[in-house]
Nanobody, 113 residues
Framework: QVQLVESGGGLVQPGGSLRLSCVASGGGIFLLFSMDWYRQAPGKQRELVASITNGGITKYEDSVKGRFTISRDNAKNTVYLQMNSLKPEDTAVYYC??????WGRGTQVTVSS
């Protein structure tokens, strides 16, 4: 059974950067997965932030375009989310997800001075 484990969250000041990682394990062929990053802020619905297909095509939610970059390393079974120019409204729990509807447990990102 595939498992997704996120890491890299933390507390950062506005304008700062973080890189999130999500490692897949437990089976499946990672290079066949499409991978997504979602986030959920307190009191809000979970929203799709960025996605990358198995062919490397990427999409972004409008509010993060130009600031966030999703990438993948199939040799390491890992997908990344590089987050730059962070804003307080980016504060949320960030989740990794694949096209087989597997979810990670999330990693907290807090942007505050």
């Amino acid at each position: 059974q595939v498992q997704l484990v996120e890491s890299g969250g933390g507390l950062v000041q506005p304008g700062g950067s973080l890189r999130l990682s999500c490692v897949a394990s437990g089976g499946g062929i990672f290079l066949l997965f499409s991978m997504d990053w979602y986030r959920q802020a307190p009191g809000k619905q979970r929203e799709l932030v960025a996605s990358i297909t198995n062919g490397g095509i990427t999409k972004y939610e409008d509010s993060v375009k130009g600031r966030f970059t999703i990438s993948r390393d199939n040799a390491k079974n890992t997908v990344y989310l590089q987050m730059n120019s962070l804003k307080p409204e980016d504060t949320a729990v960030y989740y990794c997800h694949n096209n087989f509807n597997t979810w990670g447990r999330g990693t907290q990102v807090t942007v505050s001075s």
